[in-house]
C-alpha cells in the first residue's frame, strides 16, 4: 500500500500583536492510498489548519509533511496537479454561470482536454445524480446541489488526494448519505486517498478507515473507529434532567466519572447528560449528588460507546463544552 | 514538452477565465445597466459642463475620459477588487491549490473585462459624439497602438495591487479604494493632467505623471484630437511601454514574494464559518 500523505511533527502557530495561538503541536500521520481517513475534533482543534498545510496553503512552523513523496513546504508545483479540496463552506463557484460552465472552468485550471472534460463531468455527475440539474445556473440550485456541485469540483482533475473539509455541514440526510457514498466509492474504486476533517461523528464512524482524535492541535489517538470505540469507549450512562446543573463540575468532581458531556433542551428545560463511568458505583454517587443538588432525573439509560464516548473518555469532556472553552 | 504543457495550462487558464467575467458580467441585466450607464453619464456630465462654460471643442475630452473610464474602472481596476471577492468566498484558494498560474488568472480577468467593457465604451463613443461632435484628427493606427499600451501599463498596475491582496485583506482593499480616487483626479480622465491646459503645479504634474493612465490619457488625447501621427506621441509611447515593462516585473515578483509570505503568515484564505 502506497502512503500518500506523512506528517511528522508537524507544528503551527501563530502570532498576533495580542496573542500567540498553537494551532498544531507535533502531528504526526501516514495515510495510504484507497483510505478515507477522518480527522475528528471540535472546531478550533487545528483540522483546518492541518489540511491547509497538507494542500500548500500554509508553512508548517516546523515539522515535515509529503504528499506522495513530495516536500509541501518546497515541492507544490507537483503536488497542486495531484491533490484537490473542497470545504462545506465554500460558495459553490460563480453564480450567473452553469453548474457545467463552472466545472468545466475549474477543470481548466488544471489544463484539462475538451474531452477529458467531457468524460469526467458525465461521470461525476451521473455518481453525485447532478445531471438534471447540470445545466442550471448555480444561483437556481438548492444548497444539496451547490455542494455536491463542489464535491464533484475537487474531483474534476482526477485527484490523486483530496482534502475534505465538513463537506456535509448543514446538509439533508439523503444528500449527506449520497456524498458519503461517493466518497468511499472514490477512494476504493479509484484509489484516492479522501482525508476527511469533521467533527461530525455519525459520518466519521459511517466512511473511515481510520480516524485520528485532534484536540489542542495534537494527535490524541489514531486507529479504525471500532479499535477506538474497543480500546477507548466505555458505554455511557446517559441522564435526562430538569433543571439543568449549574456546572458540570457537579459530575466531573466526582470519583469514578471519566468524562462528560451535555445538552439543553431550552424549550423543555432539560438537560441530557452523557457520563462516561468507570463502574456502577460511579452511576449511584451520580444520583446521590444530583438529589442533593435538588436536580430531577426524568429518565436515564446505558448507551453503547460511540466515538463521542471515545472523546470524552480521553479528553474528560464533549465537543460542545471543548468548543465553548475554546471560544472563551 | 513540459513548456508546452505550461504553455498550454496558461492559455487554458487565461481563457477560461476570461469566459467566466464575460458570462458573468452578462449574467444579471442590473450590472449590465450599471456598466453602460455610469461611464455615460458621467462623461456626459462633463462634455456638458464643458459646453455649458464655453468651451464646448473640449467636450470630446470628456468623451474620450468616458471611454477610458469604462475599462480602467470596469476592467484593470476591478480586477484587484475581484481578486478580493474571489478570496473572501473561498474560491481564490481554489486558484491556489491548483497548478494554474495566478498570472494567467489575471490576464484572463483583464481580458475578460475587456470585452464586458466594449459594449459600454461603444456606447459612450456613439451617444457621445453624437451629442457633442468634437472635430478628431486620428491615425488610428496610433491610436491603437496608444490604446493597448495604456491598457497594457494599467494592466500590470492591476497585477501589482492584486498581489497585495495575497498578503493583506481589508486593509488591501481600502487601499486600492482610497488610491482609486486619487488616481482618478491625478490622472486627467477629463482633463489635461500634465502639460499646457494642466490645472495642476508642476510637482503634483511630475507626481501625475508615474501613473500610466495619466500617460496614456495624455496620449490618446493627442492622437486623435491633434495631429495624429506618432511624433507627436512617441515619447509618451516609450514611457508606456517602459512603465508597462517595470510594472510587469513588480506585478510578477510580487505575486511570488507575497504567496510566499501569505503561506508563511497565514493570510492566503479567510475563514469561512
Known amino acids: ?328 | 514538452m513540459k513548456l508546452r504543457l505550461n504553455l498550454t495550462l496558461w492559455y487554458r487558464t487565461m481563457y477560461s477565465r476570461a469566459w467566466v467575467r464575460v458570462r458573468s458580467t452578462y449574467g444579471e441585466p442590473l450590472w449590465v445597466a450599471v456598466n453602460l450607464a455610469v461611464p455615460l453619464l458621467s462623461s456626459l456630465a462633463m462634455a456638458l459642463l464643458y459646453s455649458s462654460t464655453g468651451l464646448s471643442k473640449f467636450a470630446g475630452f470628456a468623451i474620450l475620459g468616458g471611454v477610458m473610464l469604462a475599462f480602467w474602472g470596469n476592467v484593470l481596476w476591478s480586477m484587484a477588487s475581484q481578486f478580493n471577492w474571489d478570496k473572501e468566498v473561498g474560491i481564490f484558494e481554489i486558484y491556489l491549490i491548483s497548478p494554474a498560474p495566478i498570472s494567467a488568472v489575471l490576464v484572463g480577468m483583464s481580458l475578460g473585462g475587456i470585452l464586458a467593457t466594449v459594449p459600454s465604451a461603444a456606447l459612450v463613443t456613439i451617444i457621445g459624439w453624437f451629442f457633442f461632435p468634437t472635430p478628431i484628427n486620428p491615425s488610428w493606427t496610433v491610436v491603437l497602438l496608444t490604446f493597448v499600451l495604456t491598457l497594457a501599463s494599467l494592466y500590470a498596475l492591476g497585477m501589482l495591487l492584486s498581489s497585495l491582496y495575497l498578503a493583506y485583506g481589508r486593509e488591501a482593499e481600502s487601499l486600492n479604494n482610497a488610491i482609486g480616487e486619487a488616481i482618478n483626479l491625478l490622472s486627467g480622465l477629463y482633463f489635461p493632467a500634465i502639460g499646457a491646459g494642466s490645472p495642476f503645479p508642476f510637482a503634483v504634474q511630475i507626481v501625475a505623471s508615474l501613473i500610466p493612465l495619466t500617460i496614456g490619457m495624455d496620449a490618446l488625447r493627442k492622437a486623435v484630437f491633434q495631429t495624429g501621427n506618432v511624433s507627436s506621441v512617441w515619447f509618451d509611447l516609450a514611457l508606456l511601454a517602459v512603465m508597462a515593462m517595470v510594472l510587469l516585473f513588480l506585478g510578477d515578483k510580487a505575486l511570488k514574494a507575497l504567496e510566499e509570505r501569505g503561506r508563511r503568515q497565514g493570510t492566503l484564505v479567510v475563514r469561512l464559518k
Open chain 1, 1 to 328: 500500500m502506497t502512503t500518500t500523505v506523512q506528517a511528522r511533527g508537524v507544528a503551527r502557530s501563530f502570532h498576533s500583536k495580542t496573542s500567540d495561538v498553537t494551532a498544531l503541536d507535533g502531528v504526526d500521520l501516514d495515510v495510504d492510498e484507497c483510505e478515507v481517513f477522518g480527522v475528528l475534533g471540535p472546531n478550533g482543534a487545528g483540522k483546518t489548519t492541518l489540511i491547509r498545510i497538507l494542500s500548500t496553503l500554509l508553512l508548517p512552523t516546523s515539522g515535515h509533511a509529503t504528499i506522495l513523496g513530495f516536500d509541501v513546504a518546497k515541492e507544490v508545483d507537483k503536488i497542486r496537479p495531484i491533490i484537490n479540496m473542497a470545504s462545506g463552506a465554500e460558495r459553490a463557484g460563480y453564480e450567473f454561470i452553469s453548474a457545467r460552465g463552472n466545472l468545466w472552468f475549474f477543470s481548466q485550471l488544471y489544463g484539462a482536454s475538451k474531452e477529458d472534460f467531457e468524460a469526467r463531468v458525465k461521470s461525476l455527475s451521473s455518481r453525485l445524480e447532478l445531471e438534471k440539474y447540470i445545466d442550471k445556473k448555480v444561483y437556481e440550485l438548492s444548497t444539496g446541489y451547490r455542494q455536491r456541485m463542489t464535491i464533484a469540483r475537487a474531483f474534476i482533475n482526477d485527484p490523486r488526494v483530496v482534502f475534505m473539509d465538513e463537506p456535509t455541514i448543514a446538509l439533508d440526510v439523503m444528500t449527506a448519505r449520497k456524498i458519503r457514498e461517493f466518497l468511499v466509492g472514490e477512494a476504493k474504486e479509484s484509489k484516492r486517498t479522501i482525508f476527511l476533517a469533521t467533527h461530525n461523528m455519525a459520518e466519521t464512524e459511517a466512511i473511515c478507515d481510520r480516524v485520528a482524535i485532534i484536540d489542542r492541535g495534537r494527535i490524541l489517538v489514531c486507529e479504525t473507529p471500532e479499535n477506538l470505540k474497543r480500546i477507548y469507549g466505555r458505554p455511557a450512562h446517559v441522564v435526562e434532567i430538569r433543571p439543568s446543573p449549574p456546572s458540570m463540575s457537579i459530575f466531573t468532581s466526582l470519583p469514578g466519572i471519566k468524562g462528560a458531556t451535555s445538552t439543553l433542551d431550552e424549550e423543555r428545560g432539560v438537560a441530557t447528560v452523557k457520563l462516561v463511568v468507570e463502574d456502577e458505583d460511579a452511576i449511584n454517587r451520580v444520583n446521590m449528588a444530583l438529589s442533593n443538588a435538588g436536580i430531577r432525573v426524568l429518565s436515564s439509560w446505558r448507551q453503547e460507546p460511540t466515538l463521542e464516548e471515545v472523546f470524552v473518555s480521553l479528553v474528560g469532556r464533549g465537543f460542545a463544552e471543548r468548543e465553548h472553552e475554546i471560544a472563551s
